[in-house]
């Protein structure tokens, strides 16, 4: 199965593969070439870090390009879901013991980040809400008990 991926998602994991390939890479192959220049590579901490930090770029290099290359990249803009909640979908919750309104948008794996309000498909947050409509109440289980939400608004895009 293909991994979803907005638009924006992948657009973020481009940039940060062009970033890798043409400033990161460059630099630490002048700071291998650097710290080999200082002889003795045995016991040249900066080579050995330089050569560390390549081994790091190429892995991340390797893995953005496989995950590009398979994901199922989505243009959310383009959903017509109405008040359904699918991937892509922000969606507005209000706790309803708190009162406390909160904002997600349901996003792949890959790009998932809490911090910015992304949520992975996978999450039992995004589970809970899939097939929801604005309106509707959902229970999650979390690990200090029950928590019960009511779906304020759905948006697209």
Do not use: C, W
Not at 6 to 35: D, Y
């Amino acid at each position: 199965m293909r991994a979803p991926l907005t638009v924006q998602g992948a657009q973020k994991l481009r940039a940060e593969l062009e970033e890798l390939k043409s400033v990161k890479r460059p630099a630490v192959i002048n700071a291998i070439a650097e710290a080999r220049a200082h002889g003795d590579l045995k016991e040249n901490a900066e080579y050995h870090a330089a050569r560390e930090q390549q081994a790091f770029i190429e892995g991340r290099i390797k893995q953005l390009e496989g995950e590009l290359s398979h994901a199922q990249i989505i243009d959310v803009s383009t959903l017509n879901a109405g008040s359904k909640i699918v991937f892509g979908a922000t969606v507005e919750l209000e706790d309803l013991d708190s009162g406390e309104a909160t904002r997600y948008q349901i996003v792949g794996d890959l790009e998932a980040d809490i911090k910015q309000g992304l949520i992975a498909i996978s999450s039992p947050v995004a589970r809970a809400l899939i097939g929801k409509h604005e309106g509707d109440s959902i229970s999650i289980d979390t690990p200090g008990g029950t928590r019960e939400y009511d779906i304020v608004s759905v948006s697209y895009g």
